[in-house]
């Protein structure tokens, strides 16, 4: 990763290389956090962040689920995430808020231990290969299913749930693929390690439900309302494996990913086996949005500030 100046800690910037937490804590033995992913784009009127609120916020949902207690309101998380963008003079980037249970006591119970939260920013080009987004991706179907309900929470997106995203991941590059997709505990269609799927069948689009132990991805929901607006039909539901085979497109969304088209899944080529149609009007939409080429008529982009003073 490339290093940039400062990170948030507990409301102070501090110099990248200082940003260090004690080795007994909670989170470093159990897991114990829960996180965000947003981008920053630019644009011709200053940089942009696209859909702040909605990350700020399921930051708290995901704390939600695990009772953890964020010491800040979304105003100040909203606040926190575009002054470290701003002091470290970042135009285009990636903004990864995490909040974990710090050094108090060990053992299971983290009644006893803080709630840190820290922001780090740095560029990240593209998740998936700089060619992915016109000639696609080559995945499969990974031999681990994704987390299953009961056990842990899908719907947070919490630092432990990518044990299993790590072991889709792995298991997919060592095979030669770039990502692999994951069941859920049914036999349906989940989710990428780190994206949400859709596939595109006879022009209406398809992905599957919060209950495929998905992330409620806020890519996922700003392509369904994109493609909503376009007049494209959008069916959330049980997606079995093979429809993926049988599909004319099948992406990935997510922050990190954007809208990444998939060309083979197990080697099987999925339409054309590049970008399709309904995947490249998608794209086009969404980067004419984040890019500030088209109006942004659903206030998904937040200007980032010009950064006053640093205080370290
Ligand atoms: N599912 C998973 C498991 C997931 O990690 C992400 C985001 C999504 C779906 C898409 O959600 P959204 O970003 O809200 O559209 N994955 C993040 C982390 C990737 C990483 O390697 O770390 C991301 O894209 O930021």
């Given at each position: 990763m490339t290093p940039t100046e400062y990170i948030w800690m507990n409301g102070k910037l501090v110099r990248w290389d200082d940003a260090k937490i004690h080795i007994c804590s909670h989170v470093i033995h159990y897991g114990s956090s829960v996180f965000e992913g947003m981008r920053i784009y630019k644009t011709a009127k200053g940089s942009v962040a696209f859909r702040l609120r909605d990350h700020s916020e399921r930051l708290l949902n995901s704390a939600k689920i695990y009772r953890m207690e964020i010491p800040y309101t979304a105003d100040e998380l909203d606040e926190a995430m575009l002054s470290t963008v701003g002091a470290n003079g970042l135009e285009e980037c990636y903004v990864r808020p995490v909040a974990y249970r710090g050094y108090g006591t060990l053992g299971v119970d983290p009644s006893n231990c803080p709630v840190d939260v820290a922001i780090a920013t740095w560029p990240w080009g593209k998740y998936l290969g700089e060619?992915?987004?016109?000639n696609g991706v080559s995945v499969c179907f990974s031999s681990w299913n994704r987390i299953a309900p009961n056990t842990m929470p899908a719907m947070a997106k919490a630092g432990a749930n990518y044990m299993n995203s790590q072991l889709i991941k792995m298991e997919a590059i060592s095979h030669g693929y770039a990502e692999g997709i994951a069941l859920d505990v049914s036999g349906n269609v989940s989710e990428g390690s780190g994206e949400n799927i859709f596939l595109v069948r006879k022009g209406v689009l398809i992905t599957p439900t919060f209950a495929a132990s998905i992330l409620p991805g806020i890519t996922r929901s700003s392509v369904i309302r994109l493609a909503e607006d376009m007049g494209i039909k959008v069916i959330e539901q049980n997606v079995p494996r093979e429809a993926l085979y049988l599909a004319d497109e099948v992406f990935f969304t997510g922050s990190a990913a954007e809208i990444t088209p998939i060309s083979k899944i197990d080697n099987i080529v999925i339409g054309e086996g590049k970008a399709g149609p309904i995947t490249k009007k998608l794209q086009a939409a969404f980067f004419n949005i984040v890019g500030g080429r088209t109006k942004d008529k659903y206030g998904w982009l937040t200007p980032v500030p010009e950064y006053k003073e640093v205080t370290v």
């Open positions: 060619d992915a987004m016109e």
